[in-house]
């Protein structure tokens, strides 16, 4: 997603794990991003994909699409929300940061 804009899955109900195998196995929903943040929800999702080790989680996995749901709307709601209490927090973070920076002491 070059400049975080393009189609993720985000949130996660239902989940099952078989690390036997190596696979996990979830209900998701497919939205439009813009920024890395939920924008618009296209679909819902039953998802499988490959566990990775510890470190290792942020990168590519394979994902599997089981079949297409309706919309979860609580799973839809529960995403936006938590969107926007990141935004809310980048927003005072940047905010307060040029006040906190003008306390630390100058070297």
């Known amino acids: 997603m070059p400049y ?3 189609k993720k899955f985000l949130g996660k109900l239902n989940y099952s ?3 036997a195998s190596g696979i996990e196995e979830f209900e998701t ?4 991003v813009m920024f890395w943040l939920p924008v618009i929800p296209i679909s819902g999702c039953r998802i499988k994909r490959e566990l990775r080790g510890k470190w290792t989680n942020l990168f590519a996995r394979r994902i599997w699409v089981i079949s297409k749901l309706p919309r979860n709307w609580n799973l839809i709601f529960v995403t936006w929300i938590k969107g926007c209490l990141v935004t809310l927090l980048v927003v005072v973070a940047l905010r307060f940061l040029p006040t906190l920076l003008s306390k630390l002491p100058k070297l």
């Open 29 to 32: 929903t497919l939205w439009f």
């Open 17 to 19: 794990c078989a690390p």
């Open 4 to 6: 975080g804009i393009g």
